[in-house]
C-alpha cells in the first residue's frame, strides 16, 4: 500500500461513511470513518470468539450504526492475497465476495493488520507513544512495526520516490534461535509440543505461557500454570519471581528480535511495538532488559543505539491505517479526489 506524501490527511472531498476494523486472534475492533477528515466515530471492541464468523461480527456492529457504510477497510491477521482469506490464530475464514453478500456493503478492502500498522505511524503523535529508547530519528529512513499480541507481526514503511510504501509480511514464522541455556530449555520444550519453534511461539500470549512453563519445569520445583494475563500481572505488579524471569526472558527475546529486523531493514526511521502485549508491560520494556538486548549487536551496536524505539498505545491505530488504506485506495480509482498523509 503506497502513501502520499502531504501536510495533513484529507478525504475525498465527498461526505462519505465507510467501516473499518482491525481483525484480529482475540480481538475485533470496528468504527466509523468520515472520509471528509478521517475521523472516526463508534469505536467497538469485542472478542473475537463471541461471533462465529466476520460477517456476524461485521453485521452485530453496523445493527448498531445509525449511519449506512459505502465501503469497508479490514485490518486481517493473516496474509490476505488468497481468495479465502483464512486467520491464522482463529477459526474465521471468509471472502471479500462472501462479504459483501453478507453484509451488503459494495466495496470492501483487505489489507494485513500490521500493513495497517505501518499506514498508521505518520498520524500518531505524541500521546499515542511510549518512548523505550532514545535515538536520533532519520524522519525519511525506512520505519519497522513489529508486534506481539495473540501472534507476532511484522511490516515497514519505506520511502519509494515522495511516497511511502507500507510492506506487509509474516516474520513471525521466522525460525526461533536460543541464544543461552535458559533459550535453549525453552526451545526444547516447546519443540516438543509444537516441532518447528517459530517467533511467533515465543513471541504471543501463548508464548509467555510456554516460557513461563518451561521455566518451572525446569526448576523442578512447585508451580502453576498460569495465563499471560495473570503472569504479566504477577511480575509487573507483585515481583513474582518466576513471573518475573519469565517477562525478562519475553523482552529479551522481543529485543533481540526487534534490533535483528531494524538491521536487516536499517530501520534508522524508528522501531515501533505494537500488538496487545508491549502496553501492558511498559515497566519491563523500560527496566532496562529491552534497551540492552536491542543494542547488543557486536559491531553494529552504535547503529542500533541510534535509533528510536516506541510503543505504540493508541488502541485505534490499526483503524486508522485502515482508514489510510482505504482513502489511498479511493484516491487510486479517482485520481482528482484523493488522500494526503503527512510525513
Same mark, same amino acid.
Given at each position: 500500500m503506497i502513501l502520499e506524501e502531504g501536510q495533513k490527511p484529507q478525504g475525498s472531498g465527498r461526505r462519505r461513511w465507510f467501516l473499518v476494523g482491525d481483525i +484480529? #486472534? =482475540?480481538h475485533t475492533r470496528f468504527a466509523l470513518c468520515d472520509s471528509t477528515d478521517l475521523s472516526l466515530s463508534g469505536f467497538v471492541k469485542?472478542? =473475537?470468539g463471541e461471533f462465529p464468523t466476520l460477517e456476524a461480527a461485521i453485521n452485530d456492529y453496523l #445493527? #448498531?450504526?445509525?449511519?449506512?457504510p459505502t465501503g469497508a477497510c479490514l485490518a486481517i491477521a493473516a496474509p490476505v492475497d488468497r481468495d479465502v482469506v483464512s486467520l491464522t490464530n482463529a477459526h474465521w475464514a471468509f471472502s471479500r465476495e462472501g462479504m459483501v @453478500? @453478507? =453484509?451488503g456493503i459494495g466495496e470492501i478492502l483487505l489489507v494485513n493488520d500490521f500493513e495497517a500498522q505501518a499506514l498508521a505511524l505518520p498520524l500518531l503523535g505524541a500521546a499515542d507513544l511510549a518512548t523505550i529508547c532514545t535515538g536520533a530519528l532519520l524522519p525519511h529512513a525506512p520505519k519497522v512495526v513489529v508486534g506481539p499480541g495473540t501472534g507476532f507481526g511484522v511490516a515497514s514503511l519505506v520511502r519509494s520516490g515522495p511516497r511511502r510504501e507500507a510492506i506487509a509480511g509474516e516474520g513471525g514464522h521466522i =525460525?526461533?534461535?536460543a541464544t543461552n541455556e535458559a533459550e535453549y530449555s525453552i526451545l526444547n520444550a516447546i519443540a516438543r509440543e509444537t516441532g518447528h519453534v517459530s517467533i511467533e511461539r515465543v513471541l504471543s500470549g501463548s508464548g509467555i505461557e510456554r516460557i513461563h512453563k518451561a521455566l518451572g519445569e525446569a526448576s523442578g520445583g512447585q508451580f502453576a500454570n498460569r495465563s499471560a494475563p495473570e503472569i504479566v500481572r504477577l511480575a509487573e505488579e507483585e515481583g513474582d519471581a518466576l513471573a518475573r524471569r519469565t517477562l525478562d526472558i519475553f523482552v529479551s527475546v522481543l529485543a533481540r528480535v526487534a +534490533?535483528?529486523?531494524a538491521l536487516a531493514l536499517g530501520a534508522r526511521g524508528g522501531v515501533y511495538l505494537a500488538g496487545g502485549i508491549p502496553p501492558r508491560i511498559l515497566k519491563t520494556l523500560r527496566s532496562g532488559v529491552f534497551e540492552k538486548a536491542f543494542r547488543n549487536k557486536g559491531r553494529l551496536s552504535n547503529y542500533l543505539a541510534d535509533i528510536p524505539v516506541n510503543v505504540v498505545t493508541a488502541p485505534d491505530a490499526g483503524l486508522r491505517g485502515a482508514a489510510a488504506a482505504f482513502v489511498t485506495a479511493d484516491h487510486s480509482r479517482q485520481p482528482d479526489q484523493g488522500a494526503a498523509v503527512p510525513r
Open positions: +484480529g #486472534g =482475540t469485542n472478542q =473475537t #445493527g #448498531g450504526c445509525r449511519l449506512v @453478500a @453478507a =453484509t =525460525t526461533f534461535g +534490533g535483528d529486523i
